[in-house]
């Protein structure tokens, strides 16, 4: 079970109000960097596709991005490879809710909750990973490709950008 600890904030959502979820998770990357200042998790409603979505920090550190594929989309159910989508590195996930875990939603109410989460994650190379930093810094020779000073953390701003153009393709899909 993961612990979390959770706030709400106020968005529009089809000219009403709706929340944001966002949680922070108690393992935390710890070198300083603007992570530091991000929630770790967050979900909201993509007012112009309607579709669920979230961005989770994944194990290392870096933000992943995932959009819900509600049930009767020809991609519900679908593994991410036979989908072809235009996503930061690619589609890397797709599965139905992970309870207890990182991936999953609070539906809100009158939404579905068994949608079919379809993600990215940004630990590609030249991505910086939060946490590859604390564990490598005294060691970069055995560091992995996404913790080299050429690395490019993609911040919250970025990531939901990919999430939002994402939602779009899910929905252009049914058109």
């Known amino acids: 079970m993961v612990s979390l600890t959770g706030l709400s904030g106020v968005v529009v959502y089809k000219g009403h109000m709706t929340q944001e979820q966002t949680w922070t998770f108690p393992e935390r990357p710890t070198a300083p960097g603007p992570w530091q200042d ?8 993509d007012p112009a596709t309607d579709l669920d979505c979230l961005i989770s920090r994944g194990p290392s550190g870096a933000l992943c991005g995932y959009v819900g594929v509600p ?32 991936i999953c939603h609070v539906p809100a109410p009158g939404r579905p ?25 005294d060691r970069p020779w055995l560091s992995p490709v996404c913790t080299t ?11 939901r950008a990919e999430v939002t153009g994402l939602a779009r393709q899910v929905a252009d899909a049914l058109r």
Do not use: N, S
């Not at 020809?74 to 207890?100: F, K, N, Q, S």
């Not at 993600?119 to 564990?135: I, V």
């Not at 000073?149 to 990531?159: F, I, N």
């Open 38 to 45: 991000e929630p770790d998790k967050i979900q909201w409603i």
């Open 149 to 159: 000073p050429l690395g490019v953390y993609r911040d919250v701003a970025y990531v």
């Open 113 to 137: 909750k068994d949608v079919w989460w379809l993600g990215f994650d940004c630990a590609h190379a030249f991505d910086l990973c939060p946490r590859y930093e604390d564990l490598y810094k």
């Open 71 to 102: 049930p009767g989309h020809p991609w519900h159910g679908m593994d991410y490879d036979r989908i072809d989508v235009d996503v930061h590195g690619g589609l890397t996930y797709a599965d139905a809710c992970d309870e207890g875990g990182h």
